[in-house]
């Protein structure tokens, strides 16, 4: 099924075997499934948690927040390794991870143990979390590749309301232990699929494996004529030493500084207050019935995924900054109206549904995937494991940061206060968008690699 690229933009227009990449891309994809209700299920599973092993609010804090430390050590690790071992079998190895975390937490006997499990299932997070766009940009066609990587952001939202209704089904019979059990099913089938996947052709090719690489190419691309693709992609291995020392050189700073800044952004902007709190926000809004604040909350999740469906439409076509412009818009203008105005968001819950759905529409159109598919592209191949990793990092952090400090936050500034302060940072984040962000749209990943070493502004990216 070879098609012509429709769109092209690049010097090397790849032809497309839609049917195998969409399947590479969705089976990767379950990792962020993953991700999703792993982090999202705990906000249900420690009502249950907390009574059944009598736990103190710091050993509460200690339970809610495992996963994260897990997910900031995993992305310290994997990057590396990714780049050492391949992109699939550090995938392959998260799945394992994810389905042993899954099984032990599930038989947790006592609470130091259920923390361990926890920390276990966060390190398979923090490797799927870069690993899966990583893999999934290094297989993609340019023209498609920002709907590609971004199925891993839809499978992250997808995930997250899924954890809300497998909460609400489950909480009837206080079933915690299926609640986290229930996540060995993606596990299993995310480590099946990708044995069945081939490893990146541009990590084949940086191991010299030009055979396989070229193999590869021919199967996800299903044409034989890849000879020109091969050819870009060998002149930009060429061209570089890797490690560290490549890293933080003049040539990928800016790339780094790109990475680096919006994994701050995309966390401090106060995206998981949403994802974790909504119900308690929900209900100082007026919703008494804690029914009605996880009904709200679920309604919150769907417009999550529902705006990313369209981000997906709209990426390779409309580009990525342009999104990330709307969306960062949206989300101060939605912070702006509710927060900034004391008093409208207490005792005014409809006031407040619509303004946390303009907010998470606006981050689910622009921060959210765009984040993740942007640190999937701009860094040159042999740092690309570790590049991403050290923004995974980042974001893992400043997500824990925010976790520990949004309840303490509000009642120093009060809820009102702690929104108005995202939206300053926001603010911060849109200037910072508008002038550094580089447009990839369209163009290859050697084209893109290409630019940093022309020395050029990332924002002259594409023009
Ligand atoms: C972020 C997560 C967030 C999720 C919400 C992801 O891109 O990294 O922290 O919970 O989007 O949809």
């Known amino acids: 099924m070879a098609k012509k690229n429709p769109r092209g933009g690049s010097a090397v227009a790849p032809a497309v075997n839609t049917r195998f990449v969409t399947l590479a891309a969705g089976i990767c994809a379950l990792g962020g499934l993953l991700f999703g209700y792993d982090t999202g299920v705990i ?43 391949g992109r699939r079998p550090v995938v392959i190895a998260a799945a394992a991870v994810f389905t042993l975390g899954a099984i032990g937490t599930a038989l947790s006997p006592a609470v130091g143990w259920l923390i361990v499990g926890r920390i276990v299932v966060g390190i398979a997070i923090g490797v799927a979390s870069f690993s899966a ?38 909480s009837a019979g206080r079933g915690w ?59 930009s291995l060429g061209q570089q030493g890797g490690g560290w020392r490549e890293l933080f050189g003049p040539l990928v700073k800016p790339a780094l500084i790109v990475g680096v800044v919006l994994a701050v952004f995309q966390q401090m902007t ?35 995924v529902g705006f990313t469906v369209l981000a997906l439409l709209l990426l390779d076509r409309v580009g990525r900054k342009p999104l990330l412009v709307i969306g960062l818009s949206g989300m101060i203008v939605s912070l ?20 946390l759905m303009l907010y998470i529409a606006s981050f689910a159109i622009g921060l959210g995937p765009v984040f993740w598919l942007l640190i999937s592209e701009i860094y040159p191949f042999r740092i690309r494991g570790l590049a991403m990793g050290v923004a995974t990092v ?23 206060g702690a929104f108005w302060l995202y939206g300053i940072i926001t603010i911060g984040a849109l ?7 580089p447009e990839t749209k369209g163009r290859t990943l050697e084209q893109i690699e290409a630019h940093w070493r022309s020395g050029k502004h990332p924002r002259l990216m594409g023009k």
């Open 177 to 235: 232990r299926w609640m986290f059990a229930l996540a060995a099913i993606p596990s299993l089938l995310l480590g099946a699929g990708m044995l069945a996947m081939p490893d990146s052709p541009r990590w084949l090719e940086g191991r010299g494996r030009t055979g396989d690489a070229a193999g590869v190419l021919r199967r996800i691309r299903g044409t034989r004529d890849i000879d020109g693709e091969l050819a870009e992609i060998k002149a």
């Open 133 to 170: 766009p990583l893999y999934i940009s290094e297989v993609s066609p340019p023209a498609i590749r920002g709907r590609l990587v971004s199925l891993n952001q839809l499978a992250i939202t997808l995930g997250i309301v899924v954890s809300y209704l497998v909460g609400f089904a489950l």
């Open 270 to 304: 106060g995206i998981n207050t949403i994802v974790y709190y909504a119900p308690t926000i929900f209900q100082a809004a007026g919703f008494r019935s804690s029914s009605a604040a996880i009904l709200a909350t679920v309604g919150v999740g769907v417009v999550n």
């Open 43 to 85: 906000s249900s599973a420690i009502l249950f948690v907390k009574g059944d092993f009598a736990l103190g609010s710091t050993a509460e804090e200690v339970v809610v927040s495992a996963v994260l430390i897990g997910a900031v050590l995993g992305a310290a690790f994997g990057g590396r390794l990714s780049d050492r071992l």
């Open 336 to 355: 702006g109206l509710a927060f900034a105005l004391p008093g409208l968001l207490t005792n005014n819950g409809w006031f407040a549904v619509v303004c």
């Open 431 to 437: 200037v910072f968008t508008v002038r550094m962000v």
């Open 394 to 416: 980042v974001n893992w952090g400043a997500n824990f940061l925010i976790a520990l400090t949004f309840l303490s936050l509000s009642s120093a500034l009060t809820q009102s």
